[in-house]
């Protein structure tokens, strides 16, 4: 890679800002290429290992959909929750677990999955990096089946590399009608960054600074600059632009999407963003219609996986049945027109 492409957070003075309250992300340690020697792009070759809750990983999800590869990168998926306290590897772990019950639904989850990837049949996502020497536990991760070694843990890099590599690695796509997420030009990738930077520090990061942390101060401000955000971008959407760079979607577009699809329906009571729902917001309003009817956004995400993830354990269990005024979710998503304007 020859920039960084994954606006992290700051990581100054991480540990004493952990002991104020303040929830601070850590960094992925996985930076390998698809397209580095070791890592050519072929089709049938990788594999993700990702949870639906996990907006990190719908970024990859969503791409793997919208670029034609779900049929040439296999996927597995983890069950919401991760492990209780009484497992014997510990508590906090995702873990594959297609026959665990959700409390939400009574039933198991049908998108979940055992794991394929390593070809081991591992329980934890934190077996696959103890194989490699690593104490490192998340998802999504971007797995090489033939060296049977893990490409990258970081979704921003990971969806860049599905992009640039699309056609290589087996896009059932043509060319001509495949979305390019970052196109090659600098204007609108200058364009894409920026909003990339202000998205991830306010909104997609943003929403966990104000859910996560315990101080006050810094849930506030977390607060204001997500609104702020919201705000401005649906100023930005008001020119009649149909996505936020303009015609065409855009990786700008499926970073903003992962947040603001859980916002209404989870992280409004659940990251304490009480401040309005989406609906609220006309342009955007219409935006996240329009592109969960893009082809392969929908299949990308479940708002099941996501209610039970952010409720289940740490709200002892029991999940949260609303909204269903104006409408249920992910129905309302299929009305534009709910729109307050
Ligand atoms: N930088 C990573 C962040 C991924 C991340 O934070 N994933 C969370 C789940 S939403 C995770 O697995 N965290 C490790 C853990 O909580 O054990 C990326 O964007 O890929």
New binding site residues.
């Given amino acids: 890679m020859t920039k960084d492409v ?1 606006v ?1 957070e700051d990581q100054t003075q991480a540990t004493e800002r952990r002991a104020r309250g303040e929830f601070v ?1 850590g ?2 340690n996985f930076r390998h290429a698809i397209g580095d020697p070791d890592f050519p792009p072929e089709p049938g070759r990788y594999h993700v290992f990702v ?1 639906l ?5 719908h ?1 990859v999800t969503l791409a793997r959909n919208v670029l034609g590869l779900c049929d040439s990168i296999t996927m597995d998926v983890a069950f919401p929750n ?1 492990t209780d306290d009484d497992d014997p590897e510990g508590p ?3 873990e594959f677990a297609p026959d665990r019950i959700a409390t939400l639904t009574g039933n198991a989850l049908p998108e979940c999955t055992h794991e394929t990837g390593t070809g081991k049949g591992l329980r934890l ?1 934190k077996q696959i990096y103890r194989a490699e020497g690593s104490e490192e ?4 991760i971007l797995f090489d089946k033939v060296a049977g070694r893990i490409v990258n ?4 890099e ?1 969806i860049r590399m599905l992009d640039a590599h699309a056609e290589a690695l087996g896009s059932t796509i043509p060319n001509s009608e495949r979305v390019r997420l970052y196109p090659d030009q600098p204007a609108p990738q200058q364009e894409i960054d920026a909003l990339n930077e202000l998205v991830y520090t306010t909104i997609n990061n943003g929403a966990y600074k104000a859910g996560f942390s315990s101080d006050q101060a810094v849930y506030a401000a977390a607060f204001d600059a997500y609104f702020e955000t919201l705000a401005a971008l649906d100023s930005l959407l008001s020119d009649g632009r149909s996505f936020l760079t303009g015609q065409d979607f855009t990786e700008a577009d499926l970073r903003l999407f992962p947040t603001l699809y859980r916002h209404d329906p989870v992280y409004y009571v659940r990251m304490k963003l009480n401040g309005a729902q989406i609906l609220c917001y006309p342009h955007l309003w219409r935006w996240l219609c329009r592109v969960h009817a893009l082809p392969g956004i929908a299949q990308a995400g479940s708002l099941i996986h996501c209610r039970q993830g952010y409720f289940g354990r740490s709200w002892n269990g029991v999940v949260p049945q609303g909204p269903f005024k104006p409408m249920k979710y992910p129905e309302a998503y299929y009305h534009p027109q709910l729109a307050s304007i």
């Fill in positions: 994954s992290q992300r960094i992925s949870a809750n996990c907006p990190w990983c970024r991760r906090n772990l995702w996502v536990q998340s998802v999504p843990n970081e979704s921003a990971i």
